[in-house]
Nanobody, 121 residues
Framework: QVTLVESGGGLVQAGGSLKLSCAVS????????MAWYRQVPGSQRDLVAS???????NYAESVKGRFTISRDNAENTVYLQMNSLKPEDTAVYYC???????????????WGQGTQVTVSS
């Protein structure tokens, strides 16, 4: 069993900052890519940022220069530092990790429960 637990969401004014955390726990042999997605009601879940196990990152155009994804491999944790927040960043943010539970099993994707980020104008 693998569990992802997010924290750090909340309400912030436009221009403010928040830092999201996502801790992966359970039966873990290796974690490959980790990522943050976001979703607003009635829309699909969109990629915000991703990071490989080696630290290579990828960002959605809308957040480049404002958001920073990082990870602590020793703690199995991924972070999303969000600066200069805009009302259009309001969404439920989901953590995603590609986890291999054992050398006997292939990688599988796991999701967190989501954390609400609300940016007021």
């Amino acid at each position: 069993q693998v569990t992802l637990v997010e924290s750090g969401g909340g309400l912030v004014q436009a221009g403010g900052s928040l830092k999201l955390s996502c801790a992966v726990s359970g039966s873990i042999f290796r974690i490959n890519d980790m990522a943050w997605y976001r979703q607003v009601p009635g829309s699909q879940r969109d990629l915000v940022a991703s990071i490989t196990s080696a630290g290579s990152t990828n960002y959605a155009e809308s957040v480049k220069g404002r958001f920073t994804i990082s990870r602590d491999n020793a703690e199995n944790t991924v972070y999303l530092q969000m600066n200069s927040l805009k009302p259009e960043d309001t969404a439920v943010y989901y953590c995603n990790a590609e986890v291999r539970r054992s050398i006997r099993f292939p990688e599988a994707n796991y999701w967190g429960q989501g954390t609400q980020v609300t940016v007021s104008s």
